[in-house]
């Protein structure tokens, strides 16, 4: 080869790879097929639709409601003992999460925080979809003894006391004081022994009154957390670059080629699918159960409790049940196989650490090697398969799932930090 010849060749290899760092119109165009570029376009953020209107819930785009809810997720007056808030595992300045393995209210849970960025979109919530809907799911941590600990007659006097003229603008008149009189303090089916007598003895329409006002309490906050979606991050203004010509590019090498793994070898898009980077669905991954705890069932066990759910979408406080999801019957809900859970959002995912349902795995990293080795499940059979990575591109993956972060997007017109009555 003459002198000329190798520098010329050089010279070409130095510009492919400036032309590849700033992401050339060029060099992006060898890198993905036109197939592989629409699969890339359908994870854009670019494509989250607007939030599905829940026919179960009324005041979902009311904007009052919006407002009062917010409130309500914020204010430790709806629990036990004042303590404890929607906002105190699910923290407002932190993604809405708290980064513990198993969540801490009153007691310590059995399962770790999900984000409610963006959960308005999923039509089952928990890890294993236990809640029909998101003002249902909303009621479960208010009266759980491990969490706010406190019971619904409590709650219906908070709002009484505290909110009762915004309450009123939205949902119509509070019962009369005279109705209140004969209305215990604190009782509810899950409370301790005395608030459970205290329920026990109450008349069905009686109960009925305060399960109103409880169940509104999780319409507003459901109003409210429909308002939270995920930012713009770095990865989708990549993927929105894609089709112009010599755009910048916001992923570097590494994070290019995990992203590469991510739609390919790693096959991870057939679960993690869409804008928010979940198939909604139930899976069972073959994740191991923690040390001090038992195994634990997932989706077949909550579909269960969901039939007898007294807040389910076809109950008499839902406010429509034409777009149930067990009736409708569009997800695998009743088949979903035995230790199945919820492919949760990837969205923001570098800091939900620790991660998977009981927060098994400290890091990215551990995940990436759980995936590429597939263990057996310890409850029913895990669907992965080996992937065979090797080390650089399991980092690359990770480096991929890293560029996924951004802040998140809340209504404009929402406070950082909402003003609570006092
Ligand atoms: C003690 C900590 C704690 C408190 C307090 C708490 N949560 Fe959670 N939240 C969790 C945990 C843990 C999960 C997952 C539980 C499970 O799946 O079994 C969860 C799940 C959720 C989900 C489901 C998200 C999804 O994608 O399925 C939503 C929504 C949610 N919480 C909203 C709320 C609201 C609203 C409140 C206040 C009324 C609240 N949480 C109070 C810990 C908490
Ligand atoms: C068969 C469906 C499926 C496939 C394929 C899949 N996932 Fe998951 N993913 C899930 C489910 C289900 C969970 C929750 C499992 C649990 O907690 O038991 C999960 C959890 C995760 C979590 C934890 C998130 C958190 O907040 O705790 C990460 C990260 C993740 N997956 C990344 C990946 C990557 C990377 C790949 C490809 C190597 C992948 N997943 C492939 C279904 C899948």
Request: with cysteine; charged share 20%.
């Amino acid at each position: 080869m003459s002198f000329k010849r190798g520098v010329a060749l050089l010279l070409i290899f130095f510009t492919g790879l400036l032309a590849w760092q700033h992401g050339s119109a060029q060099v992006i165009q060898n890198l993905w097929s036109r197939t592989e570029i629409t699969l890339l376009e359908s994870l854009s953020l670019t494509r989250l639709p607007v939030v599905p209107n829940d026919p179960s819930n009324q005041y979902q785009q009311n904007a009052a409601a919006i407002t009062l809810g917010q409130k309500f997720f914020y204010d430790p007056r709806f629990s036990g003992d004042e303590g404890v808030s929607c906002a105190t595992c699910h923290m407002p300045s932190n993604n809405y999460v708290d980064n513990l393995a198993l969540a801490e209210g009153r007691g310590v849970g059995t399962r770790k925080s999900l984000s409610v960025i963006g959960a308005a979109y999923s039509q089952w919530l928990f890890w294993d979809g236990r809640a029909d809907s998101l003002w249902a799911q909303a009621l479960g941590p208010l009266e759980n003894p491990i969490e706010h600990a406190g019971t619904r007659a409590q709650y219906a006097n908070v709002v009484r006391q505290l909110y009762a003229k915004d309450y009123e603008a939205i949902f119509g008149k509070l019962p009369s004081e005279s109705i209140w009189a004969k209305l215990p303090k604190r009782a509810g089916p899950t409370g301790n022994a005395t608030e459970r007598a205290a329920w026990e003895k109450l008349s069905y329409a009686e109960r009925d009154v305060i399960n109103r006002i409880f169940v509104n309490i999780g319409k507003a906050i459901a109003a409210f957390e429909t308002k939270l979606k995920p930012g713009t991050s770095r990865f989708d203004l990549y993927i929105d670059n894609l089709r112009k010509t010599n755009p910048p590019s916001t992923l570097n090498v590494d994070e290019i080629v995990g992203l590469k793994l991510f739609i390919g070898k790693a096959s991870c898009i057939t679960c993690h699918t869409g804008p928010r980077f979940t198939d909604d669905q139930f899976h069972n991954t073959g994740v191991p159960t923690p040390q001090k705890l038992e195994a634990d069932e997932g989706r077949q066990r909550a579909v269960r409790a969901l039939i007898q759910s007294e807040f389910g979408c076809w109950s008499p406080y839902s406010d429509s049940s034409s777009n149930c999801g067990l009736i409708s019957g569009n997800t695998n809900a009743a088949q979903a196989p035995a230790g199945a859970f919820k492919t949760p959002s990837l969205r923001n995912v570098a800091n939900h650490y620790p991660y998977m349902h009981a927060g098994q795995f400290l890091s990215l990293a551990d995940v990436v090697s759980h995936y590429n080795a597939a263990p057996k499940a310890v409850v029913g059979s895990s669907q992965l398969k080996p992937l065979a990575l090797t080390q650089l591109e399991q980092k690359q993956l990770v480096a991929f799932l890293e560029s996924l972060s951004a802040p998140v997007s809340a209504s404009a017109n929402l406070l950082e930090t909402p003003v609570l009555p006092q």
